[in-house]
């Protein structure tokens, strides 16, 4: 129970009258430890591609990544995660080139461990979308996502990705069950201390499609991700989704999109006591960042933004905005 005094007694405005007071009272502290920052690697070499979906976020070569990774390095982000921009000749209906051990993904993962050691961490997303020719995160069989058979291929895009030296694996594909089977092929192969971050509430969201447009997906989905991703009308399924995948041996889980589904953070932290991660999606940094050029909001409206996920629970929060404001976070 909350036992407050009573005005003129009690002035809560004390605590706010100075800088030093407020900071010292602060509850819910940003840092850069954090931070998450996403990289859309492409194919070619000495390219840096704008992306016209996203302002002021760009798709790299492989060869062109330290240009990112120095300043993240320097600014001591714990993690990146990389994205790729496939080439549409290679895309087909199994997503066969998730398994291309010189896929960008895989060229990306030697290039960093090569250059950077372990002085940053390396998360790698788990799913089909970027590699498929309709879109979709599994394999599609008449208009159905078979939920088994893309399991497969995930076990196999795992074991890849932990071979080329990625720390942690990230399943964002939602079929059910890979979580388990991909921890368990994961030992198998000698690969214990590799993490899994499993998003493990991932919801069907309108908030995605900047990212669909930065990996080149967006014109080739056939229908919606209904079927797997979940219903955001809902909060106690998302629970249950949390409470398998922690079963099946998640270190890590994932909400995702970010704002619009703080209960769903805080509800899951609370319930479970495991390390959160939020994703502030490419249409929540798209909607800020148009805000901010177009001056009806400013630069403190990413902050706020990426501590209400720190209020509500989060442990750390992928974001667009991470190299943007590590910087500032650090004075």
Not at 11 to 21: E, G, I, V
Not at 181 to 193: C, E, M, P, T, W
Request: glycine fraction near 6%; include cysteine; aromatic fraction near 8%.
């Amino acid at each position: 129970m909350i036992i407050t005094g009573k005005y003129p007694g009690l002035r809560l405005r004390r605590n706010r009258k100075s800088d030093w007071t407020r900071r010292l009272v602060q509850e819910n502290h940003l840092s850069v430890n954090d931070l998450v920052l996403p990289i859309f690697v492409m194919d070619g070499s000495n390219k840096k591609e704008s992306i016209p979906s996203m302002p002021d976020i760009y798709r790299y070569s492989v060869d062109k990544i330290p240009t990112i990774l120095d300043n993240a390095v320097k600014s001591k982000i714990p993690m990146v995660a990389l994205f790729p921009y496939t080439k549409s000749n290679l895309k087909n209906n199994s997503g066969c080139e998730a398994l291309n051990e010189n896929n960008l993904v895989c060229r990306s993962i030697r290039l960093i461990k090569k250059n950077y050691k372990n002085k940053i961490g390396i998360m790698c997303d788990v799913a089909l979308d970027p590699y498929t020719s309709h879109g979709h995160d599994g394999i599609l069989s008449r208009g159905k996502i078979l939920n088994d058979e893309t399991i497969e291929i995930l076990i196999k895009q795992s074991i890849l990705q932990s071979e080329m030296g990625c720390d942690v694996i990230a399943p964002s594909d939602m079929m059910d069950g890979r979580i388990g089977k991909i921890r368990k092929a994961l030992d198998k192969k000698k690969f214990q201390d590799v993490q899994i971050l499993s998003y493990a509430a991932k919801y069907a969201s309108s908030f995605y499609g900047p990212f669909r447009n930065a990996v080149g997906s967006n014109n080739l989905l056939k229908g919606d991700k209904k079927t797997y991703q979940m219903d955001f009308s809902n909060n106690q399924e998302a629970l249950r989704e949390i409470a398998l995948d922690i079963k099946e041996g998640a270190d890590m889980v994932m909400v995702k999109p970010g704002m619009p589904y703080l209960d769903i953070i805080k509800s899951v932290k609370e319930n479970f006591k495991i390390p959160v991660l939020a994703y502030q999606v490419s249409g929540e940094y798209s909607l800020i960042k148009n805000g901010i050029n177009k001056k009806i909001i400013n630069d403190n409206s990413i902050i706020e933004s990426l501590t209400s996920f720190k209020r509500a629970g989060a442990s750390a929060i992928i974001t667009y905005f991470a190299d943007k404001i590590a910087k500032k976070l650090r004075q």
